[in-house]
Each structure stands twice: as structure tokens, then as C-alpha cells.
């Protein structure tokens, strides 16, 4: 990430709107109109869209079981370049969390612990008893505690670019000096409470844009339809209430990791370019058999900006 864009996520939204950071963002596509089904868009994969217990997950392939779990603000979609050519060596299962784009939107539940107790009622559903498990962002730290709380249900896990939530959370600034690092703003943003349902319904487009841009060094990774596909998941208050309910659960989340031991399952961790050496160290206690990879020219979205590379790493460590 450059130095012109770190400054403007420093900034905050609003600065990066007036700055032009939202690309191609009108007020006719700020909700995401005229987006594909998950059906179509799964077909277009060579995969099926289904829904059970609850949750909306998009299956195919054949091989052992592969779990993916993406993270905020997306969808199972942003898997769509990684997931043909996992297919073909694994069943792959990429699951909308509790939440999150065609799954249920209860009032609670959003701690991971709760959260990777719905992803084991659907593998358990579907038949399996243990899983290859790979989680980005929100995905990543749902994957952790599933790896924590159904041991014997977790063959090898991949956590990319973030962690679980710790005490380490209290200590992040919201206000950043000059020349050192960025200001992760949405994490108090989204603590608010009915606040960012009025500011966000109908603008969604803008706050996929922000992200899309800003953490990329090369934006046009994540193409046009991606956007819309995102921007419509996050288009509603629910949806939004739902998302925000993931951050607003840290508190919980860093008490029950307080009680977690090591993961024992193998552990591979990925990072973006910027994030390598923080997450790197964070990891390295978590688990009793870990690796930590970092993808090249990557800021945060790794498998939308380097999925050959993504596909690599994943391969490789699954077997």
C-alpha cells in the first residue's frame, strides 16, 4: 500500500469520498442493483448455491472437505477465483457466516465461538465429521475458534491477514500519529449502535469502495461486479446490523479467547505485504505446528489481488 492511500484510510471515509477514492460509485448503484443471484453467480463456478441450518453456503467439487469463511464487507463471492481450481482436488464449501449475505440475520449470536458452532452444525449436516477449514478477515477469526472448540472436526486450518480478537484490541489508537501506521476507524464505527444502519442504507456502494480501493495496491483486482455483488449484500439496515453485530462482539470474543489453548490442528497463517511481520508474531504462540506465508502484492483481499498465489500456498499446505 503506497503512501497516498494509507493516508487516506487514515482520513476516514468521508475524506476518501470527497477525495475520490469511491471509483465508480454513482447514488444508482449504491445499493448494488442488478446483481446476479448467489444461484447464478455459483453457476457461473461450476458450483451449486444452498441453504441449511440456517446458513447460505455455495458447494461443489469433489475431494476432501475444504470449509471457507469470508469476511466484512463480503460475501462467499470473494472466493470466485480461487474456488474452480480448488475444486477440482477439493469439495469445496464456501459458507455466508451468521449474518452475512443469503444466511439468517438473528438479533445475537455474533461471537465466533457461536459463530464456528453454526459452521460445525452444517458440516455435520452435510455429512462430515472433520474438515479442512480456511477463514479470511471475520472468516479468519471464526476460523480460529472453530479450531479451538471442535478440535476433532478440524483436519488443517488457514487463517488469512487476521486473527482472533485479544486484549491487544484495547490498545489500538483511534487517533494515529503522523507517520505511524493507519487508523483502523470502522472497528469503533461499527461498535455504534443504530447509528451506521441510517448513514450506510442505500450507500452501501460507498463503503465497499473505500475498502476496495484503499487497501489494494492495485484497486481494479476487485472488478465491477465484485463491488456490486458486496454492495448489495450490505444494502439494507439488517444487513448492516448484522455486520457491525460482528465487531460489536470483540468484548466477548477476546474473553473467550482468554480461556482457548493452542491450536493443535497444522496452521498455516497468510498475510497481506503490510500485515506479514505483526501477524507473524501474533501466530506464532497460537498453534503447536505453524507456518506463516506472506502473498506477494497483496493489501489485504488476498484472494481477489493474488489468487494463482492463494491457490498455491493452499494447495500445497492441504495436500
Sequence with gaps: MDLNRRRLLALGAGAAVAAGVTGSATAAEAT????????????????????????????????????????????WWSFHKILPALAKRYTVIAVDLRGMGGSAKPAGGYDKKTMAADVH????????????????????????????????????????????????????????????GFSLWWFAFNQ???????????????????FMDAFPPDPSTIGELSRRVYAHAYAGPEAIRAGNAWYQAFHQ?????????????????????????????????????????????????LAEENPQAVISELTSFLG
Excluded at 449436516?125 to 477469526?141: E, F, K, P, Q, R
Excluded at 455504534?192 to 473505500?210: H, M
Aim: hydrophobic fraction near 40%; avoid cysteine; charged fraction near 15%.
Design 32 to 75: 448494488g442493483g442488478g446483481v446476479p443471484s448467489d444461484a447464478a453467480l455459483a453457476r457461473t463456478l461450476g458450483l451449486r448455491s444452498k441453504y441449511a441450518k440456517g446458513q447460505h453456503y455455495v458447494i461443489g467439487g469433489r475431494g476432501e472437505p475444504l470449509v471457507l469463511l469470508p469476511g466484512w464487507p463480503q460475501t
Design 121 to 180: 452444525t452444517l458440516i455435520r449436516h452435510l455429512g462430515y465429521d472433520s474438515v479442512h477449514i480456511a477463514g479470511h478477515d471475520i472468516g479468519a477469526m471464526v476460523a480460529h475458534s472453530f479450531a479451538v472448540n471442535h478440535r476433532a472436526a478440524t483436519r488443517k486450518v488457514v487463517l488469512m491477514d487476521v486473527g482472533h480478537p485479544d486484549p491487544s484490541l484495547y490498545d489500538i489508537p483511534l487517533l494515529v500519529r503522523p507517520g505511524h
Design 192 to 210: 455504534v449502535q443504530s447509528l451506521p444502519e441510517k448513514l450506510i442504507t442505500g450507500r452501501s456502494r460507498y463503503i465497499v469502495d473505500y
Design 253 to 301: 470474543d477476546v474473553l473467550d479467547f482468554a480461556g482457548y489453548g493452542k491450536i493443535t490442528a497444522p496452521f498455516l497463517g497468510l498475510t497481506s505485504e503490510y500485515s506479514f511481520e505483526s501477524n507473524q508474531a501474533a501466530w506464532a504462540g497460537q498453534g503447536t505446528d505453524v507456518r506463516v506465508h506472506k502473498v506477494p502484492g497483496t493489501g489485504h483481499f
